[in-house]
């Protein structure tokens, strides 16, 4: 089953929901019970990057790190 929402729908209902939601996330994060899916790329590494989106192949966000 997947499920979801869609945020910006709700942000404009409820913008207290968000609120809530977004400090949940945040605090479950602090305590290290999230982890993001995302892979790193220093700038040097861009096409690598660039081509990993382009394939769709990236597990997650895909962050190029520029300084």
């Known amino acids: 089953?997947?499920?979801g929402c869609?945020?910006?729908l709700l942000s404009r209902e409820?913008?207290?929901e968000i609120e809530r939601r977004r400090a949940e996330l945040w605090r479950l994060h602090a305590e290290g019970l999230?982890?993001?899916a995302h892979v790193d790329f220093?700038?040097?590494q861009a096409a690598a990057a660039l081509?990993?989106?382009a394939t769709r192949s990236n597990p997650g966000r895909v962050v190029l790190r520029v300084a």
Do not use: H, K
Request: no cysteine; proline share 22%.
């Open 1 to 3: 089953t997947v499920t």
């Open 6 to 8: 869609s945020i910006g």
């Open 14 to 16: 409820d913008p207290p």
């Open 34 to 36: 999230l982890r993001p």
């Open 42 to 44: 220093p700038f040097e």
């Open 51 to 53: 081509d990993l989106v």
